[in-house]
């Protein structure tokens, strides 16, 4: 029998979806699971986008041109506008997801073996497409007193050598929730700038920015134009998570020239869904203001019940909808697992994402876990009260 690729046995298995065949089976047992483990908003997708979706009545459903629908780029084009990005329909690129748009990325501006700095942890399937792209991502450490913020330039300094071609930040940041300031995005345009290597900045929770703070997008900043890419995508932004709309968008051209390519030999990005995102983009921003109001309230009840549990410790996140939460457990993994296999209380249980899968440090983050506040606040308390009693009878057996 033929042997698997190298790939494909390197390949981690995602940690926010591994465990989900356990709680499949747990609900046919009849318990009630509440999931946190997925990015998944229970917030109902804007009837704009649904209804243009529904109008589309052309008789041929044709691909669309590599680069995406011409109206869309426009459109996408006019909403950076709005928020004092200066991005024209030539300078982006439409992506089948935002997982498509880092991958072209790192096809862009990688050749095998080259590195791209992280900071650890991190959006963990960046590793997984880095596995894909044959890029090796390497970890420069942030810790959670510090709020998961960027260590000194000097630390991040260290871990640049002749193969790193780049540097990849998410902000607002999954799966901490930090909110990068502008003198930590003043730090890494200095580094990008000195080294002459490219920053890659993944910005699809651009909106969801709590407690009075700003985000700021790497596009705006100076004098490093061409060593600038941006990620981007409709899914959180919009509740739209299933229609796998993103982009990738920079100044340079040589790599929209090289994206553009990529994209071609995928063909093009889903045609009736790019209806949708246009309908999304074109809605007034006064819609996020009470989507924002919400996930606030999430956060702090996810942040007050977690502060109640005896040995949690979690920092407040200031973006994004997740948080990683230390707990007073042996392996999160193992204890996430055994929530789906011995735990229920009064029929429910917690599904969490172990956040191992989140480092590529050995041994960090074998007591954390990632949760996501996507559910409405009576649930994510609850959650937290089924938390509290799992890790209180997790460790009494132990």
Known sequence: MSNVSERGIVMPASPIRKL???????????IRIIPLN?????????????????????EVLAYSPSNGEESLL??????????NINLKPENIIVTTSGSEAIYFAMLAVCDVGDELLVFEPFYTNYYGIGVEAGVKLKAVR??????????????????????????????????????????????????????????ISDEVYREFVYDGQTHTSIMTLEGVADNLILI?????????CGARIGLIASYNKKIMEAVLKFAQARLSSPTIEQVGA??????????????????????????????????????????????????PIDNAEKFAKWMMTDFSHEGESVLVAPAEGFYTTPGLGVDEVRISYVLKVPKLKRAMELLGIAIERYNSQA
């Open 38 to 58: 997925i990015g998944q908003p229970d917030i109902p997708t804007p009837k704009p986008i649904m209804d243009a979706m529904k109008r589309f009545d052309a």
């Open 74 to 83: 426009k459109a996408f084009s006019q909403y950076y506008q709005r928020i």
């Open 20 to 30: 989900i065949p356990f709680a499949n089976k747990a609900k046919e047992r009849g």
């Open 142 to 199: 942030t810790y959670p007193e510090t709020g998961f913020h960027l260590p000194a330039k000097e630390e991040i300094e260290k871990a640049i050598t002749s193969k790193t071609k780049g540097i990849l930040i998410c902000n607002p940041n999954n799966p901490t929730g930090t909110v990068y300031s502008d003198k930590e995005l003043e730090v890494l345009r200095e580094l990008v700038k000195e080294h002459n290597i490219f920053l």
């Open 278 to 327: 246009q309908a999304g983009i074109e809605m007034d921003l006064s819609y996020f203001k009470p989507i924002l109001e919400e996930y606030e309230k999430r956060r702090n009840a996810v942040l007050d019940g977690l502060h109640k549990i005896p040995g949690v410790v979690c920092e407040t996140p200031g973006g994004a909808f997740y948080c990683i939460a230390k707990l």
């Open 232 to 240: 981007d995508s409709v899914s959180k932004r919009y509740s739209v």
